[in-house]
């Protein structure tokens, strides 16, 4: 079993930064890719970013130019630098942890999950 705590989410303007973190515990963090998803009110749950434990990663191209993926694997922790925010951007984010090196962008390939982080942004 794995448990993702995430933190860092708030209310900010647009052009404002956040930098979203999640805690895991649990079994080996090495063994699993991470990944960012976001679902916003109304709408399906859609991918953000993921990176493996060797720092490969692969973001979505709504993001791809304003957030970054990181992973501290000393920590046990990921994060997710989100710069210029846009309106579009207001959902709730979740950490999301699979087993294994690859990594996915599908929700269902992905084995546990945080209890998400609230980020509105403003215009």
């Known amino acids: 079993q794995v448990q993702l705590v995430e933190s860092g989410g708030g209310l900010v303007q647009t052009g404002d930064s956040l930098r979203l973190s999640c805690a895991a515990s649990?079994?080996?963090?090495?063994?699993?890719?991470m990944g960012w998803f976001r679902q916003a009110p109304g709408k399906e749950r859609e991918f953000v970013a993921a990176?493996?434990?060797?720092?490969?990663?692969i973001s979505a191209d709504s993001v791809k130019d304003r957030f970054t993926i990181s992973r501290d694997n000393a920590k046990n922790t990921v994060y997710l630098q989100m710069n210029s925010l846009k309106p579009e951007d207001t959902a709730i984010y979740y950490c999301a942890a699979r087993q294994g090196i690859a990594i996915a962008t599908m929700p269902g390939s992905h084995d546990y999950w945080g209890q998400g982080t609230q980020v509105t942004v403003t215009s």
């Open positions: 649990g079994r080996t963090f090495r063994n699993f890719a």
């Open positions: 990176i493996s434990y060797y720092g490969n990663t």
